[in-house]
């Protein structure tokens, strides 16, 4: 080790796994955003809670800032390291500690898979229900660091309605635990539902005990094409009002043209602007139910075609348009806008939104899609081949400053659920008040004194 700080923590932790190979510090040091060039100190892959509060300390004692780190599957640059950080890993720490039948509860160490939680969970005849596409490679650390969404909000809420405790080495290396599984506990402030989505600036959740639930009912897909956008809200409440609804996801035609030339199969015919995935709970009277709100949605003029998977295999390939959307986009580099409102806005939201980046995006691809059921749209714009990054990336920011200002006006948020890290922390104050980020400033000081965790993201 040539850098003093290392060898530092090497003697003090022998076991501890330490990489400074550039290939890993290129492969740790970035996530999905690709945008950072990656240029941490090192990467520590601790094996046990032990070795994490020993590496805070550690930081603590030497100034080195500390990135959390799980599948670095994040959207938003909050798990990047591109000054000199040590990242953390935590992906050594992926087994299943405890599981509880009468409480139904899993207690899991923090760099385990969302997958091999879904696994563990089914093992016990039980389901975890937070679900979206990078189930295999993100953590459940990430997931509660984001309080990530996905697919399932609409029945089942954010990872933050999961969580019924968590052991969180905090900025001074102190070990917390936080509700210890309680479904009641109105003992003061909840540091819980704090650590939920505070992107790793708070402290480093290690475990994680979350809550199981029974398997839905069999369930039925369908895909819908709409003609155009007020027809979405039309048919989300068409739905909704008929069927009981577990996902209900939309895309445009743009998104389609990607996933397809990315090796999805096209399920509907013809040219359409908009497409719905929606998933239901099956039983003796929902095909009846679907098929008439299909056809109440055709005689209204909402809906121009659908079909409803028949298989297994047929519903995975419906998902597939959907899910692999944000892979098939991966190498265009896209700029990513995640922004939420209360789904009542959306309509009058989107006519003005569409106007706007009509306007501010003439030729460039814009894609949307996203949990149009949860008031969540994922708005992506590709670069175009004759522009430089750091064109492409100012243009990008100058419109986010208007979405940002327009979302402003209508009590939306500027991440809905892949944070703010640091693509986003420039808009901060359009969805958060300055009296609010003071705060939110003030309780970072508060865990981590030393400003450590995390730091540049969130805040700038
Ligand atoms: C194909 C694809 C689809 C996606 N779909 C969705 C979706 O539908 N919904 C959604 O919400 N997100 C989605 N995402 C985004 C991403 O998967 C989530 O944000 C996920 O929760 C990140 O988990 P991770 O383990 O990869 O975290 P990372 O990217 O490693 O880190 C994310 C943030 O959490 C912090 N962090 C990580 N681990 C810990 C820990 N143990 N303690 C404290 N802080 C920690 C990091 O410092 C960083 O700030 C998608 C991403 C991809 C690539």
């Not at 709409?226 to 979405?232: G, I, K, S, T, V």
């Not at 739905?239 to 090796?263: C, I, K, N, P, Y």
Request: charged letters at 20%.
């Amino acid at each position: 080790m040539t850098d003093a700080r290392l060898a530092a923590l090497a003697a003090r932790l022998p076991n501890l796994r330490l990489l400074t190979d550039p290939a890993d510090l290129e492969h740790y040091g970035r996530d999905w955003t690709r945008r950072w060039t990656p240029a941490p100190l090192a990467i520590a892959l601790p094996g046990d809670v032990a070795e994490v509060q020993d590496i805070v300390r550690w930081a603590n004692e030497q100034g080195v800032a500390v990135v959390p780190s799980g599948g670095r599957t994040g959207l938003s640059g909050g798990a990047v390291a591109a000054h000199g950080e040590l990242v953390l890993s935590l992906e050594r720490m992926n087994r299943v500690l405890d599981f509880d039948a009468v409480d139904r509860t899993l207690t899991v160490q923090a760099g385990m898979s969302l997958h091999a939680v879904h696994e563990a969970a089914k093992e016990h005849g039980l389901i975890y229900p937070v679900d979206f596409a990078a189930r295999g490679s993100c953590s459940i650390g990430g997931n509660i660091a984001t309080n990530a969404g996905g697919i399932r909000v609409i029945r089942y809420g954010n990872t933050r309605e999961w969580i019924a405790g968590l052991t969180v080495v905090a900025g001074n290396g102190k070990l917390l635990q936080l509700n210890r599984g309680l479904i009641k506990n109105s003992s003061g402030y909840d540091l819980r539902q704090l650590m939920i989505g505070s992107e790793g600036t708070l402290g480093i959740v290690v475990e994680a005990t979350v809550r199981l639930t029974d398997p839905p009912p069999s369930s039925q897909v369908m895909l819908l094409a709409l003609p155009n956008m007020d027809a979405l809200m039309e048919v989300f409440a068409l739905f909704r009002s008929r069927l009981t609804l577990q996902a209900f996801e939309f895309f445009t035609d743009v998104a389609l043209r990607h996933v397809l030339a990315h090796g999805a199969q096209r399920a509907i015919d013809g040219e359409h602007p908009y497409y719905v995935v929606t998933e239901f709970d099956a039983d003796e009277s929902s095909q009846d139910a679907a098929l008439a709100a299909f056809e109440y949605g055709v005689d209204h003029g909402w809906i121009s075609d659908g079909v409803i998977a028949q298989s297994e295999a047929q519903a995975a390939a419906l998902w597939r348009l959907r899910e692999g959307i944000t892979e098939s986009l991966a190498p265009h580099r896209p700029y990513k806008n995640d922004i939420s409102l209360r789904i009542s806005a959306l309509p009058v939201f989107l006519h003005e939104i569409q106007t706007l980046l009509g306007q501010a995006y003439p030729h460039f691809d814009v894609v949307w899609f996203g949990h149009i059921g949860d008031g969540n749209l994922h708005i992506n714009v590709l670069r175009p081949e004759n522009l430089s990054d750091s064109d492409f990336i100012a243009q990008c920011e100058h419109v986010t400053k208007l979405l940002a200002d327009t979302l402003q006006r209508h009590g939306g948020s500027i991440s809905a659920e892949h944070g703010i890290g640091l693509v986003k922390r420039a808009y901060l104050g359009s969805t958060r008040s300055e009296a609010e980020i003071a705060l939110m400033r003030g309780v970072k000081q508060v865990f981590d004194p030393k400003g450590l965790l995390n730091p540049g993201k969130l805040f700038i």
